[in-house]
């Protein structure tokens, strides 16, 4: 009898410790699988803000969230390949980076329905990935920068140029961000009186036509939303500083590198802006109802680029400067 005691209590302790196990998985959290799909290396910040932003929410990298990144895509070409990758794979949520990456995503989910969020696009609307932006109606919402601060940036630049007639702007047709930017850029160039002079280039060679033939009439560069041609940003600001042309860059970053101004996004903090809508959309938002964010934006000056041009900014332009680079 005293042997069957000790079995029975053996037992006991057995199921209990199994319950405790079982008990213990069930209040696990489920690790969510978040795939990743980028055009771009300079986008490398926006996904840095993301994964802070999330973690900062909660979602703690390898403990209830993991990451699925084959890394930079470099080229349009290559970014079905990646989002297949993460369709395949069934992720939870697909963060895409770039409008070139978010079409690609939008079409490849149209069938399995996995959550999208994109940033930065400047035109979703225009690229065709939502509805509208108050409810983008499908599986894809996001962070947009808006085609109107692209009219800005013009506008901050004839302020601090005010001689400027005529503006250069290279820029990828293929590239639907930036034909948003160009198509802006040029309406409100009208409205002004300035001269727009585009160049169209969709490879990297034609991009460095673009670079070494720029028209001696213009008076300024004005570089779009365009990976194709941030990934050339040092030498574009070299040959602007070169034949004292201001160059006007769509983010910070490039200002940093040489532009004179910009008009921009923080790629840093966009990425928290869009771990914001992530967050909502795995705690079980329908992201067709959950509307199109804008960036916010900022004013940033590289006065060593403006003395090397031999540019005296007006007071007006350094007052509104939100960053000033010396």
């Known amino acids: 009898m005293k042997g069957y005691g000790r079995i029975r209590i053996t037992i006991h302790l057995v199921v209990v410790m199994l319950l405790a196990w079982v008990v213990n998985a069930c209040q696990q959290p489920p690790v969510l699988h978040i795939g ?17 932003g999330l973690a900062e929410l909660g979602y703690v990298e390898g403990q209830n969230v993991t990451y699925m990144y084959a890394g930079p895509a470099e080229n349009i070409e290559s970014l079905d390949a990646h989002v297949q990758t993460l369709v395949d ?39 065709g990935v939502v509805q509208n932006v108050a409810h983008p109606g499908g599986n894809v919402t996001g962070v947009r920068l808006g085609s109107e ?5 013009l506008e901050w630049l004839l302020q601090a140029a005010p001689h400027i007639q005529q503006v250069y702007i290279p820029y990828n047709p293929d590239d639907a961000s930036a034909a948003s930017s160009v198509t802006a850029v040029s309406a409100a160039a009208q409205k002004l009186g300035i001269t727009v002079i585009v160049r169209e280039a969709r490879t990297d060679s034609e991009i460095t036509a673009a670079i070494t033939h720029i028209p001696e009439e213009v008076d300024a560069i004005l570089l779009p939303q365009d990976s194709l041609v941030a990934a050339r940003i040092d030498d574009f600001a070299e040959t602007a500083i070169m034949r004292q042309l201001p160059l006007s860059s769509p983010t910070d970053e490039q200002v940093e590198r ?21 967050d909502q959309i795995l705690q079980g938002a329908d992201p067709a109802d959950l509307p199109v964010e804008t960036a916010h934006f900022f004013l940033t000056i590289n006065l060593q680029t403006a003395e090397k041009i031999n540019l005296e900014l007006p007071d007006i332009v350094l007052q509104s400067a939100n960053r000033i680079i010396r």
């Open 36 to 52: 990743v799909v980028n055009l771009s290396p300079r986008l490398e910040p926006v996904l840095n803000g993301f994964k802070e």
């Open 258 to 278: 040489g532009a004179l101004l910009s008009y921009s996004f923080q790629l840093h903090d966009l990425g928290v802006q869009m771990a914001r809508l992530a």
């Open 89 to 127: 794979a069934e992720v939870d949520l697909i963060v895409s980076l770039s409008t070139p990456a978010t079409q690609a995503a939008h079409r490849l989910t149209a069938v399995s329905g996995i959550p999208v969020v994109f940033g930065p696009v400047t035109d979703p609307i225009a690229a």
């Open 149 to 153: 601060s692209e009219a800005e940036r």
